[in-house]
């Protein structure tokens, strides 16, 4: 297979602010600093082939000697492979996971954000093998899921206001495949997805791995833009609309009453589905969400998405699509090259976490929001020039760095075992590389250690003679 070329404007654009101002590290360490990020963030796609030495050195306006040097380094670190004639193409050296997984002891990741599981999940499990027998005379071919399951679901979706019956539901594997199933089955390539920007690193990557063009409506200061947002749908023509209101990574904000009915308006009246991803809905910590979105315009066409991953835990890779029947069967037969259905033991669990929920879930939102304080408190404490909004729910802060530095910051927390989460892995072509994620589920002893460690990094990188600018994200 012959592997794609990195166009060099594209680069010079995921690199980013990649100097590292007042850093007396050599520029070609710089560099292949932040080419190891990009590649172990998986920006820079495994097998893709890199511009030559000559035009990428005149693209990032350094010398050839620099970028020969930086590609020298990173093809003896394994990250690089040269043939004469064809140029670098990018690989992971041999037993490098993608990521630093702090799980697995590697280092510290501050770039997932994401929750070991708690005891009542061998606790579901146990139960799961209990009740696995009487399911086994069947052959456990559900393209559409567990019947009960389906029931259990839709129940909850009526208690929060939108009346549903177990036919408009089906169970997927995680939220991420229920997305890419809704892709693969409304939309054509060339097509274009409206989604907010910053938005959730996976779902550009499943637009554009089906082939459409995101469009990126840009978050104003608080809450969601809504002319922007009609304004785009009118002059793209969007196939879909992708969107997160509870809550919405990587922000944390949660969509309000007012803001929902126009969304939903606006969809209804311009004929454009709403993919509603609710990921985070059961992470509440001051107010539960209001009604999904789904509630608020009888004509609108919204597919709404679920997931057991954060609620609960994600290796049970339990989701569910929430839509009209007649739009789950296409759906199901979308299915049918992918997956054929979900595994039966991951959704006996889930049926009884979601029976359990009312015990689980109120202990989980505590734990989260304790963190989440600890969290503000401790970069309040050590990171003055950084600016955040408490988030509402989720699992993770949105930081506004005083400049363009977070690909800079990553790249020397990268040498230190630290994985950071760039705010341009949230962004259409290399945007918001002033803001951090950082997510609050570490426990908060290994929190505040990561955290004073990214500080002596920081410090140099802080000017604290730059007046902080501010800018609309
Ligand atoms: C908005 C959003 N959607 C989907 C996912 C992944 O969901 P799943 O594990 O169910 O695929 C995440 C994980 O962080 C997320 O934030």
């Given amino acids: 297979m012959s592997s794609r070329r990195f166009a060099s404007q594209s680069l010079v654009r995921l690199l980013g602010h990649w100097q590292q101002p007042g850093s007396r590290m050599p520029l070609w360490r710089q560099l292949a600093d932040a080419l190891r990020l990009l590649i172990l963030d998986g920006r820079l796609a495994l097998d893709t082939r890199l511009p030559g030495e000559r035009e990428l050195a005149a693209a990032l306006a350094v010398s050839r000697t620099t970028v020969g040097s930086a590609l020298a380094h990173l093809r003896e670190e394994g990250y690089l492979e040269s043939r004469h004639g064809s140029g670098s193409r990018v690989l992971l050296p041999a037993g490098r996971p993608m990521q630093a997984s702090a799980v697995s002891g590697e280092g510290v990741d501050l770039s997932t954000a994401a929750l070991g599981a708690g005891p009542e999940i061998h606790q579901a499990y146990t139960h799961a093998i209990a009740a696995l027998p009487q399911h086994l005379q069947q052959t456990g071919y559900e393209r559409f899921g567990l019947p009960a399951l ?27 495949s229920g997305l890419a199933m809704v892709l693969r089955m409304l939309t054509g390539p060339g097509d274009r997805v409206v989604v907010d920007h910053p938005t959730y690193p996976l779902a550009i990557a499943a637009i554009q791995g089906a082939s459409c063009r995101p469009v990126g409506v840009s978050l104003p200061e608080r809450g969601w833009d809504v002319a922007g947002f009609a304004a ?18 990587p922000t944390g904000r949660c969509m309000d009453i007012a803001t929902r009915q126009a969304i939903a308006d ?21 107010a539960p969400p209001p009604a999904p979105l789904a509630a608020f315009n009888s004509r609108a066409s919204v597919i ?53 929920e009312a015990q689980i879930l109120p202990a989980r939102r505590q734990m989260l929001a304790l963190r989440r304080d600890i969290c503000g408190a401790l970069m309040r404490e050590h990171f003055p020039q950084w600016r955040f909004e408490v988030p509402q729910g989720g699992l993770s802060y949105w930081i506004e760095l005083p400049d363009s530095v977070a690909t800079s910051l990553a790249a020397r927390a990268e040498t230190q075992g630290i994985h ?36 002596t990094l920081w410090l140099p990188l802080d000017k604290a003679e730059t007046p902080f600018r501010r800018r609309v994200i």
């Fill in 232 to 249: 785009t749908v009118a002059q793209t023509s969007p196939r879909l609309a992708w969107l997160m209101p509870d809550f919405h990574n």
């Fill in 150 to 176: 389906r029931e259990t679901i839709a129940a909850r979706y009526s208690a929060r206001g939108v009346p549903t019956q177990a036919d408009e539901i089906m169970i997927v594997n995680g939220a991420v």
């Fill in 420 to 455: 950071l989460g760039t705010g341009t892995r949230f962004g259409l072509a290399g945007a918001f590389d002033r803001y951090l994620r950082i997510p609050f589920t570490l426990e908060s002893a290994a929190l505040e250690e990561a955290l004073l460690k990214i500080k």
């Fill in 304 to 356: 709404t998405i679920g997931s057991a991953g954060k609620s609960f835990w994600g290796g049970l890779r339990l989701g569910w699509i929430r839509a009209p029947a007649r739009t789950l069967a296409a759906l199901a037969q979308a299915r049918d090259t992918l997956d054929l259905g979900s595994p039966l033991l991951e959704q006996l669990a889930t049926q009884w976490l979601i029976e359990h």
């Fill in 266 to 286: 606006i969809a209804a009246n311009t004929r454009t589905t709403l993919v509603v991803d609710e990921t985070m809905v059961d992470l509440w910590y001051d």
